[in-house]
């Protein structure tokens, strides 16, 4: 079996990091895998310090005859078994390829970010009705398709996005590296974000509602981890801005990182205010690090978080809520661990890395059978 993947994406966030993420995993599995990506993207270069081999072309807007061309030369010529795009607008260079070389191998669409916009007309369904199987990476995104795409509903399936648990496992981080880093008393309780600065990620409901407790508990420490995608250092700076102008000393803006699970085993409680999100892989990544969390009722969230089993829900947008249910797991230790409990074990059952790579590899054999 040989693999196309393709994601002509520009930015650095959760849809490029998990092309990479499942791209690698192929490799370990003794399946062929090459990448499709925009030329000089991040996931371009990210890709090729993995030694993954990559096929940069340039592509901004829709119509590109000549890449279009290009990549027809590209399938024909690298004899892939199937492609599989985590973008929806790949299709739109994808279908037309294989369209001028007649090729009729397998067409997978992972959706990882609804639409607003109703795409049944002629040249949609040209485009959709050449889709052999579209992963939907929660529910809400499974309704999404259903409702603005014209791909029948048994083309479309359930797959959540998939996690390490292994490399996200408490037991093997170290919780001590990171308090230490940031002179993180023991006595004091670390409450973290992890996401990069775009507007709807809640960082503001985040740093008013550390406003609300910081009056309240002098026993806690507030960071946020992340950076700024292509074209945001101006929100960054704005939200940057807001801890001065609450006049907060207790928040780390920690910037990117790469040890992600030493980062998550030092906090004590983690916060995912975004105002809607297709599914949420730092809540995930969480949830596999025994983290305790207070999460947005929104979205993708409910397909991760269990509201009462492994956190507490508050009303997006309400930093006085996500202050209130904060509070209660600031003050309740037994409650914090019990939520980290659940969280693990709900994370291995449904988003281990493992059994959604099996799952997709099922997928693969059954086109390529059928």
């Known amino acids: 079996m040989k693999v196309l993947y393709s994601c002509l994406s520009k930015s ?94 397998p067409l997978f669409l992972t959706k990882q970010v609804g639409s607003f916009i109703v795409k049944k007309d002629f040249l949609h369904r040209f485009l959709y009705n050449r889709v052999t199987k579209a992963f939907a990476i929660s529910r809400v995104i499974k309704k999404n398709l259903v409702e603005t795409t014209p791909l029948d509903k048994d083309k479309i399936e359930l797959v959540f996005n998939g996690i390490d648990t292994e490399k996200f496992n408490p037991a093997n981080a170290d919780r001590k590296k990171v308090r230490k880093e940031f002179s993180i008393a023991d006595n004091e309780l670390l409450i973290g974000m992890l996401a990069r600065f775009s507007p709807g990620k809640g960082h503001e409901e985040f740093l008013m509602a550390t406003k609300i407790l910081s009056a309240k508990f002098d026993n806690l420490k507030f960071i946020i981890v992340g950076e700024a995608s292509r074209g945001e250092d101006e929100y960054a700076a704005s939200i940057k801005k807001l801890v001065s102008d609450y006049e907060l000393t207790n928040v780390i803006f920690a910037g990117f990182r790469s040890d992600t ?83 693990r074990k709900r994370a291995k059952e449904l988003f281990d890395l493992n059994v959604i790579m099996q799952n997709t590899i099922e997928h693969y054999k059954n086109s390529l059978e059928g």
Request: charged share 20%.
């Open 12 to 105: 650095w966030g959760g849809m490029e990091m998990i092309t990479l993420t499942f791209v690698k995993e192929l490799l370990k599995r003794n399946i062929q895998v090459e990448l499709l990506c925009l030329k000089e993207s991040r996931i371009h270069v990210e890709a090729c310090a993995s030694g993954i081999i990559t096929h940069p072309v340039k592509a901004s807007g829709y119509f590109h005859p000549f890449t279009v061309i290009k990549v027809g030369y590209l399938i024909r010529k690298g004899h892939f078994s199937l492609i599989h795009t985590q973008a929806s607008k790949d299709l739109w260079i994808l279908v037309p390829a294989l369209r001028i070389i007649k090729s009729n191998i």
């Open 261 to 343: 699970p030493d980062v998550l085993s030092a906090m004590d409680i983690f916060v995912f205010p975004s105002h809607a999100e297709a599914f949420g892989i730092a809540l995930a990544e969480a949830h596999s690090m025994a983290l305790p969390s207070v999460c947005s009722n929104s979205d993708g969230v409910l397909d991760i978080a269990v509201d009462g089993e492994t956190t507490l829900l508050f009303e997006t947008k309400n930093a006085d809520d996500l202050a209130d249910k904060l509070e209660v797991l600031i003050k309740d230790a037994q409650l914090r661990e019990r939520f980290g409990v659940n969280a």
